[in-house]
């Protein structure tokens, strides 16, 4: 599922840079959107390779985290799939997307076309047409997501959410109070961002929690 084509050096040292660079185990969903080569057989191999320096404890500290998120992207594509095929609305679909991200990577677009490939082949055209108009639907939300988090308040509202701790995130809101102290922020917090995994949800959850206790205290 992760096979792709070779990478360059720079992209694969870009990669691997970014990896090193992870605070914690929660950044690493949010790392595998922005960069989904990380998920590569190809890219696991090279850096296991680099991993074989007796100095290089925080990569095979990484390795295992991306090791366990690939295990468990093995385990929700099914799931994931059949959710996909179950969706009727973009509504529908855009929960999906909230609770297997996965759902928007290209891997997995291309899992679903290849399916739609097969049931066309096997004379089924209107389940290929089915599959394929949700893969034209995920794109869009997709494109939609990548745009807003690059708006000012994506960037805030991230600032805010991957702050190292409370007083960090405390300076972040008040550095970005105008965009912070907004209703649409909150409902970003509750309603759009999902954790990828336990640890990245409980973080979510206390920053929703920690926004709406400087919001109130804002209008105090």
């Known amino acids: 599922m992760y096979s792709d084509p070779p990478f360059s050096q720079t992209a694969f040292q870009s990669a691997l840079a970014h990896l090193l660079a992870l605070p914690d185990r929660a950044s690493l969903a949010t790392l595998v959107e922005r960069e989904p080569l990380v998920m590569s057989d ?84 209107d389940v290929a047409e089915g599959l394929r108009q949700r893969l034209v639907a995920l794109a869009q939300l997709r494109v939609y997501r990548e745009t807003w988090t690059e708006t000012p308040q994506g960037k805030a509202i991230f600032a805010f959410l991957n702050a190292e701790d409370d007083a960090a995130a405390l300076s972040v809101f008040h550095a970005h109070r105008d965009l912070l102290d907004h209703p649409e922020a909150q409902r970003t917090l509750d309603e759009v961002l999902q954790g990828g995994d336990e640890e990245s949800q409980r973080r979510l959850d206390k920053r929703r929690a920690l926004l709406r206790y400087l919001r109130g205290e804002e209008h105090a």
Do not use: C
Not at 102 to 113: I, P, R, S
């Open 42 to 125: 190809e890219f696991l191999a090279a850096a296991q390779q680099a991993a074989t320096d007796p100095a290089a404890e925080t990569l095979r500290e990484r390795l295992e985290w991306l090791t366990d998120l690939r295990q468990q992207a093995e385990h929700d594509v099914p799931a994931a799939f059949q959710a996909v095929l179950a969706a009727t609305t973009l509504e529908e679909l855009r929960q999906v997307a909230d609770r297997w991200p996965l759902t928007l990577n290209d891997a997995f677009a291309e899992v679903v076309e290849h399916l739609a490939q097969q049931f066309a082949d096997a004379g089924q055209p």
